[in-house]
C-alpha cells in the first residue's frame, strides 16, 4: 500500500466525501461536474462549430463572450474535479486514463485560445468562411473534447484499486 494514499483517504474531508450518506455529498459534486463540463463543452462545441461553417451571419468576434460561460465551466470543474479526486485519490492517480484526461484537457485550453487569438485578429466576420488553419484548430478540439470526455466516463470502469487497500 502507498502511505501517501492510505494518508489521504484517511483525512477527514476524503472520508466525508466517500462515505457521506447525504445526497448533498458526492452525487451533487458529480452533478455539478456534469454542469461545469456542459457549460466548458458546450461553449467550446458551439464556437467550433461556427468555425467549421454553421451560423455563418453570426461574426466569429461576438462569439467571444462565450469564453466567459468556458472559464466558468472550467472553473466549476476544477473544484468539483479535485474533490472527487479527494474522495477516490487511489483510484484516480493508479489510473492512466486519469493523466490522458487532463492532458487532453490542457491541450483543448491551448487549441480554444488559439481560436480565440483568431477571433479577436478579426478572422471569419459575419458571412465569411472562416480560414482553413482556424477551420483545422476547431476540428482538433472538437476531437479533443471528445477523447477527453470518454477517457473521464471510461475512469469510471477502469480502475484497478478503488481504494489505497482494496480492489475496484
Known amino acids: 500500500m ?33 454542469v461545469g463540463l456542459a457549460f466548458l463543452v458546450g461553449s467550446n462545441i458551439a464556437l467550433d462549430a461556427r468555425v467549421l461553417g454553421l451560423a455563418r451571419g453570426v461574426p466569429l468576434l461576438s462569439m467571444r463572450r462565450y469564453y466567459r460561460a468556458m472559464w466558468a465551466g472550467f ?35 491551448v ?13 471569419a466576420p459575419a458571412g465569411v468562411r472562416a480560414p482553413r488553419p482556424l477551420k483545422i484548430l476547431a476540428a482538433v478540439s472538437l476531437g479533443l473534447w471528445l477523447i477527453s470526455i470518454t477517457a473521464g466516463r471510461f475512469l469510471a470502469y477502469t480502475c484497478t484499486r478503488l481504494t489505497a487497500d482494496s480492489p475496484c
Open 111 to 123: 487549441v480554444g485560445q488559439r481560436i480565440r487569438q483568431h477571433m479577436i485578429s478579426g478572422a
Open 2 to 34: 502507498d502511505p501517501f494514499f492510505v494518508w489521504l483517504e484517511a483525512t477527514p474531508l476524503s472520508v466525508w466525501l466517500r462515505e457521506s450518506p447525504s445526497i448533498m455529498v458526492f452525487p451533487f459534486i458529480l452533478i455539478l461536474h456534469t
Open 75 to 109: 472553473w466549476v470543474n476544477a473544484f468539483s474535479g479535485v474533490l472527487l479526486l479527494l474522495a477516490y485519490p487511489t483510484k484516480a492517480l493508479t489510473n492512466p486514463l486519469f493523466y490522458l484526461k487532463l492532458s487532453l484537457i490542457t491541450v483543448a485550453l
